[in-house]
């Protein structure tokens, strides 16, 4: 069973740091590209963050590019998120996810949907 | 950035009952379309992609529709466990979702 579960998540002040973890379990996490996606309370979904299955190339949103660091660690199987300089605006329920594969016409490829996701990790930024 | 409107915002419905969720997008996206069940406190849950694929173990009252900037979601035959929030998302450039929809019981 595919399962991928955060950690790491917590109240911290405007300004400071915080690093997610997400585990992956029941599949081969070195062939999928991960995601981390994030939700404000009461909104709706914002992608943030995506990373190859190699760990290059990465993307970020706007909205966290120069704070927040993408990485992953395919011998444990583990997805991170590195999280600086936060702000109010960035406290939301964090999620990572995998990007679904599709390997039946051949060679596998990434169609870039989120096919599996863990069950989220809060992070609130307040003083 | 695309943007991507979905409408209406909440809709109410009744068990058995149809209904159309319409997402718009700012530029043209080809067919690069997903929908996403999600329910309070859980995670998002992907129903179909390429605006009218069924993701593995989705029931086929569930159907995507649509091409370029116009796509919609139908559910026929309204189950209890179906009145959730539905979201699109585009993945022509890089990932953007819509508002999203909630759909309650009438």
């Known amino acids: 069973e595919v399962q991928l579960v955060e950690s790491g998540g917590g109240l911290v002040q405007p300004g400071g740091s915080l690093r997610l973890s997400c585990a992956a379990s029941g599949f081969t996490f070195s062939s999928y590209e991960m995601y981390w996606v994030r939700q404000a309370p009461g909104k709706g979904l914002e992608w943030i963050s995506y990373i190859s299955s190699v760990g290059s190339p990465i993307y970020y949103a706007d909205s966290v590019r120069g704070r927040f660091t993408i990485s992953r660690d395919n011998v444990k199987n583990s997805l991170f998120l590195h999280m600086n300089s936060l702000r109010a605006e960035d406290t939301a329920v964090y999620f990572c996810?995998?990007?679904?594969?599709?390997?039946?016409?051949?060679?596998?490829?990434?169609?870039?949907?989120?096919?599996?996701w863990g069950q989220g990790t809060l992070v609130t930024v307040s003083s | 950035d695309i943007q991507m409107t979905q409408s209406p915002s909440t809709l109410s419905a009744s068990v058995g009952g149809r209904v159309t969720i319409t997402c718009r997008a700012s530029?043209?996206?080809?067919?690069?379309l997903a929908w996403y069940q999600q329910k309070p406190g859980k995670a998002p849950k992907l129903l179909i992609y390429?605006?009218?694929t069924l993701e593995n173990g989705v029931p086929s009252r569930f159907s995507g529709n649509g091409s370029g900037t116009e796509f919609t979601l139908t559910i026929t035959s309204l189950q209890p466990d179906d009145f959730a929030t539905y979201y699109c998302q585009q993945y022509a450039y890089l990932y953007t979702f819509g508002q999203g929809t909630k759909l309650e019981i009438k």
């Open positions: 530029q043209y996206i080809i067919k690069w």
């Open positions: 390429e605006t009218s």
């Open positions: 996810a995998r990007a679904k594969l599709d390997c039946s016409g051949g060679p596998c490829y990434s169609l870039v949907v989120f096919d599996s």
